[in-house]
């Protein structure tokens, strides 16, 4: 990873130079109790799918959509279908406050990689999974950010499925925390066949949850002692 210290386990992306981008703004959405609050990991995300070029009659998936606001964007980038997927039902009723408002289609689904598998495959797949190491197992109130100790619960089973979530020509867009390894993401990606690479990054301060649990982290070797800046990197893979 990539940090304002040295980076503890150097690697093929740390070897590589750093391209820091401003931090989006997060965007306003209607939310219900519980769900994932938007943050800069979803502007930073969204200002991604920006840049996509959608091809025509484009088939969406935003895997674990939150309060949708990645499939809000694919539908505003003109997306025919977009299929927002996530355990969560407050935020799945969430999405379809935040589409009805803004007029735009936008197809919920309960369920998780399964059912994306199940329902694929797709030309536009966006993800932004739970990423961040906890010491404890995952309760329903933390699954919207904790993924186990080494915070790849999500991030593994997803980059192993990825080239089957893909039409041909398709991609992949995925944000993570650098403190959860951003090379074995790209190495697992190139092992599905994809051409992976880091898309964008941008460098925040801990927020409250990575704040409150700092000693976990330097006790796994995930930060430097006294580290509290975080990276996040959207990595972008495609046939």
Sequence with gaps: MTTSAEPVRPGPLA????????????????????????????????E?????????????????TGTGAQALTLARRGAETVLALDLSRRALASVRLNAL??????????????????EGPFDVVVAN??????????????RGWDAGPDGRAVLDPLCARAGTLLRPGGTLLLVQ??????DRSLEMLAEQGLRASVDR???????????????????????EPGQRMEELVVLRAGR
């Design 15 to 46: 070897a590589r130079p750093v391209v820091l981008r401003p931090v989006p703004a997060a965007p306003r959405l209607l939310r219900l109790p519980g769900v994932y609050r938007p943050q800069e990991d979803t502007a930073l995300l969204a």
């Design 48 to 64: 991604a799918i920006g840049d996509l070029e959608m091809p025509p009659g484009a088939r969406a998936l935003d895997l674990c």
């Design 101 to 118: 408002t803004r007029r735009l289609r936008v197809r919920t689904r309960r369920g998780d990689l399964t059912t994306a598998l199940a």
């Design 129 to 142: 999974p739970p990423y961040v190491p906890s010491p404890a197992p995952t309760v329903r109130g933390t």
């Design 177 to 182: 925390s650098a403190l959860s390894d951003v």
């Design 201 to 223: 990054r941008a460098r925040i301060p801990f927020g409250p949850v990575l704040s409150g649990r700092t000693e976990f982290l330097e006790a796994a070797g995930l930060i």
